[in-house]
């Protein structure tokens, strides 16, 4: 599905645009606000294609994309615009927990530019190791320059926070950056300089004492001068004749604001953030190693619920006060713990559609994107899950241990070993941190490897009429057969390896789902099966089930056999287009269908005349509840004889 429709299927299904108060995005997750999240389609927004999972935490709707997450932001984020009331409505407000809010607030501030932060970080490390293996020195122009590029982004962060931070409250951005430059305006930085002169005269505003401060790299003074400044221009611009608003609002908010920061908000902002620094140094101290195994095995359940950004200004704030931060490099484990779990599914597992994904999701987690190791691998596989979070634990009990540090900013991952090289240059620290990776690797991938291959599940057989199951020795029953008797004498279910037979839906050319031309069914992130390429305008029911969804648009149909497969029947690509134009549906939402019964009539030649491939994937959504999918190795197939069989 292209990023446009599945934008507008995004924004439907979680209310429509009335129904999002503000969204921002982060590097897998669009981060919708909403007015009501009961008007959310979750359940529907889970199995759309290109929606990888769905999580409400910390306040926010959030839905996990991936990588492409800014491709399917950009359209929303254009419907949406100037959609955004001012403020929250009071009752959205009041459903709130202060945690939530905080939650909400932090992500949207930092959100917008995390990855010029980070990239930044990066770069700092590289010019780091440059300078540690020789290859340059803090004298030349081209370190200087780079250096400059690499440090910008952090030295001036008031400035950007000042943008971020007034949007979300609601102010003007361009306010906001104003006041941030006054903090970090070179006179202001040489007052702060010749304050620490010996002998220096104090500085006043208006006969008032001023407290001068360094506040480049800042972080706490400038989001709460910019929540300041946005009451001020809210309350006053209404107010305001509209001849004048357009300048003297602004013109109020930087006369009052930037003055408060100054003699009161930055001192007092300042005094908090040194006292947070102090306060996680006071618990790294108390125990490194503790600290470690606890940030390391809880870190990827923080990042599931979207917690994790509460962590985030923690890691700013010890970078901006004490120089460095000892927080980012516990984390470093906790990413390669689920890409070892990842790569001890790929080396087990015979499937090679899950090979795929898991190969995927390996190289994303080794940069420090776990979303789609944890929601397409480890987590429904949950001992794997868990084995990783274990060895993260372990990585990062050594990580405390030798008390490494990184030295700018950026998020953990592969990269962040170019950041922990201290300025004196290499030691221990940098060592440890490699040795954390290893460790927790050779953990993670060994339990997964042993011990969280998906097994057989043993199941009752519930009584299904007609449907077809075999046993472990492949002989076909038909449930309605079975008395309780002959079942009792006969065979012992609850020991059996259940096999679940889903017959072919069309008639056609069938190939491998990886050969699909949409990346989105190719990736397997909506399951396992086959497509057909069809040779008639036909869709029959593979089962005897239920009709569990049917599209408005008439182009996929939803099906549940009585032993639990869900099966999705897409007929082509991108045919959601066509509005169900071509198409002719035969059967409802909620219907009890029988294998082989007409379900869906379309107008094939009408179809690839108007552009539209109608390669037909039919996928087992959760197929992450069998051992195994086989495919049909037939290179043709016919309507109602045997296509995929599943092995529980």
Known sequence: MKYNELAVEVLEKVGGPKNVISLVHCATRLRFKLRDSSKAQTEALKKTPGIIMVV????????????????????????????FPETLPGDAQSKEGLFARLIDIISAVFTPFIGILIAGGVLKGLLSIALAIGWTTQKTDTYQILFAASDAMFYFLPIFLGYSACKK????????????????????????????LPGAQPHHFLGIPVVMINYGSTVVPIILASWLSSKIERAIHPRLHSAVRNFLTPLIC??????????????????????????????????????GVLMGGLWQVCVMFGIHWGIV?????????????????????AIFGQVGATLGIFLRSKDAQLKGNAASAMAAGICGITEPAVYGITLPNRRAFVFGSLGGAAGAGVVGYFHSAVYSFGFPGIFSLTQVIPPSGFDMTVVAVIVSIIISLIISTGLTYCFATPRAVERELPAAA???????????????????VSTASNLSLQNAKAREVIYSPLSGALKPLEQISDPIFAGGLLGKGAFISPTSGRVVSPIDGKVASLFKTFHAIGLESPLGAEILIHVGIDTVKLDGQYFTPHVREGDDVVRGQLMLEFDAEAI?????????????????EFTDVDVNDS??????????????
Do not use: K
Request: glycine fraction near 10%; avoid cysteine.
């Open 56 to 83: 409400e935490s910390g306040g926010q709707f959030q839905v996990v994309i991936g990588n492409d997450v800014s491709q399917v932001y950009t359209p929303i984020a254009a419907r949406l615009e100037g959609s």
């Open 169 to 196: 409250f609601g102010g003007s951005p361009f306010v906001g950056m104003a006041i941030g430059g006054a903090l970090t305006h070179p006179m202001m930085l040489a007052a702060f300089t010749a304050s620490q």
């Open 254 to 291: 930087l006369a009052v604001v930037v003055p408060l920061t100054f003699l009161l908000i930055g001192p007092a902002a300042t005094w908090l953030s040194n006292m947070l620094a102090q306060g996680y140094e006071l618990i790294y101290g108390f125990n490194s190693v503790i600290a």
């Open 313 to 333: 200004p923690i890691m700013m704030n010890n970078l901006s006060v004490v120089g460095h931060d000892t927080l980012i490099p516990l984390l470093v484990p």
């Open 466 to 484: 007609g449907h077809a199951v075999e046993n472990d020795n492949s002989a076909a029953l038909n449930i309605n057969e079975l008395n309780p």
């Open 608 to 624: 690839r005349a108007a552009g539209y491939s109608l390669d037909t994937p039919v996928l087992i959504t959760n197929s992450d």
């Open 635 to 648: 290179a043709e197939i016919v309507e109602n004889t045997s296509l995929l069989t599943l092995i529980r």
